[in-house]
């Protein structure tokens, strides 16, 4: 299973943050709202939080006192499945996948589905960097999942503790009365222990009125968001708030002003565009320095709203990749940009000794491309680039490099990576020369990119 790694939610169709503010922990109840008038008071009661079963938080795995237990985990999502499966959006979602999967599955798995779909509850959902579990509670008076699973070609497992288990193509499965637990090996294993510890699910967790997934998640070291999905007749709202570098908050921020009220979106082409253009409009996004809080809300009927959803699904599967991939190579560009800046600086500072001087080079850090991953470079790293007075504190999926020419007229600052580890490396380059008539450093006005995106 690829590990756990993410930069932020895809394209701006699903940046959507802020709304209401965030929920109280489980368990403890909200301050009663008041209203007076000359005539009388009256008390309004906020409604109470749904918060997680015990019959679930008791299989969550991380953090428990067990072995195999791992600490925080990357994402962790609280949904009330079977509560948005029978709202009037939910209602259509299976005949839909139903009808788009028509002659690809047998007719023993649609019923498998249509059960499944009648009889889920709710469910916890957790992921750490090898992988993911997924505990889901379901009326087992209603559907029984061991014929599907034996259909799917599950073999029976042996798992100490649990009732039933089975293993699916490397994922192993646990069934116990009115719950089924689903994932990673490990995680599955340590899930089932006994516990005598309380859970350490994230107890801001829950869900208010119409709400039906609320969910927290790390992406990298600097960047984590979580928030709310809300579903009713009249309204579907994806609300998130988010902590990310600044400059990709920027990057979100100007990004989503250049486009409003523009007819397309760039990138798109025809109808894809125009609608896309459209939706935008339903985002709204507030950035408080590297904080970014917001809404995606489309105030229409449940028929609209699956309409809108779909176009959305449609246009973020497609540009998942690239924004991830745009997130990431933004740095590359913003630090051969500040290297560039920096190399001049240096060379106005050393005034008398222009007119003799050649252009040096500055060694490659880290000494090999990034593969895919990210690299914590030292001080020790940057040592021969004091100079420059340039260094990266924060992790980097870049090598960066100052190279001259022989004669020390001109020289290149490169950026080198391989963001999905297949050995083929991206470059970014940026020119410098040295303009002798009038003894100064020029830096060319445009970035050199060959294979951004690998």
Not at 178 to 193: D, F, I, K, W, Y
Request: one cysteine or more; a negative charge.
């Amino acid at each position: 299973m690829p590990r756990f790694s993410w930069t932020f939610l895809p394209a701006l169709f699903a940046l959507a943050c802020g709304g209401a503010p965030p929920p109280p922990p489980a368990g403890v109840s909200l301050p009663a709202a008041t209203a007076s008038s000359p005539a009388s008071a009256a008390v309004a009661t906020v409604p109470s939080r749904r918060t997680p079963p015990d019959t679930l938080l008791r299989y969550w795995p991380f953090g428990a006192l067990r072995e195999g237990a791992t600490g925080a985990p990357r994402l962790a999502l609280y949904g009330d499945a079977g509560g948005l499966l029978h709202t009037e959006l939910g209602r259509g979602i299976v005949p839909g996948a139903l009808a788009l999967s028509k002659g690809s599955i047998t007719d023993g798995q649609a019923l498998c589905l249509r059960g499944a779909a009648d009889s889920v509850r709710d469910l916890l959902v957790g992921a750490d960097d090898d992988g993911v579990i997924v505990v889901a509670r379901f009326d087992d008076t209603a559907f029984d999942p061991t014929p599907c699973l034996q259909d799917a070609g599950a073999r029976p497992a042996r798992v100490e503790g649990a009732h039933q288990a089975f293993d699916l193509h490397g994922t192993l499965l646990v069934h116990e009365s009115g719950v089924l637990v689903v994932g990673l090996e490990r995680l599955v294993r340590t899930a089932v222990q006994p516990r005598t510890d309380l859970s350490s699910f994230p107890r801001a967790l829950s869900l208010g009125p119409d709400e039906y997934v609320a969910w927290s998640a790390r992406f990298d070291d600097d960047a984590q968001a979580g928030g709310t999905i809300l579903a009713s007749s009249e309204r579907f709202r994806l609300a998130v708030d988010a902590d990310v570098p600044t400059f990709i908050a920027e990057q979100v921020e100007s990004q989503l002003e250049s486009m409003r009220g523009q007819t397309t979106v760039p990138g798109l082409d025809g109808e894809a565009g125009a609608m896309a253009a459209k939706l935008l409009q339903a985002i709204e996004v507030k950035r408080t320095g590297s904080h970014l809080k917001g809404v995606f809300d489309l105030h229409e009927g449940p028929a609209d709203q699956a309409r809108d959803l779909g176009t959305v699904a449609a246009l973020s599967i497609a540009g998942v990749r690239r924004y991830l991939v745009a997130t990431k190579s933004a740095e590359a560009r913003n630090s051969i940009g500040q290297i560039a800046k920096d190399y001049q600086a240096w060379w106005q500072r050393e005034d008398g000794k222009r007119g003799r001087r050649k252009l040096a080079s500055f060694p490659p850090v880290p000494k090999t491309v990034p593969r895919g991953t990210k690299y914590a470079s030292t001080p020790e790293d940057w040592q021969a680039w004091a100079p420059l007075r340039f260094q990266l504190d924060a992790p980097q999926y870049y090598q960066y490099e100052v190279r001259a020419s022989k004669d020390g007229s001109s020289a290149d600052v490169i950026a080198r990576g391989d963001l999905d580890g297949d050995g083929k490396n991206s470059e970014f380059r940026l020119h410098m020369a040295l303009d002798h008539a009038h003894e100064t450093l020029t830096i060319a006005p445009h970035i050199e990119e060959r294979d951004p995106e690998d």
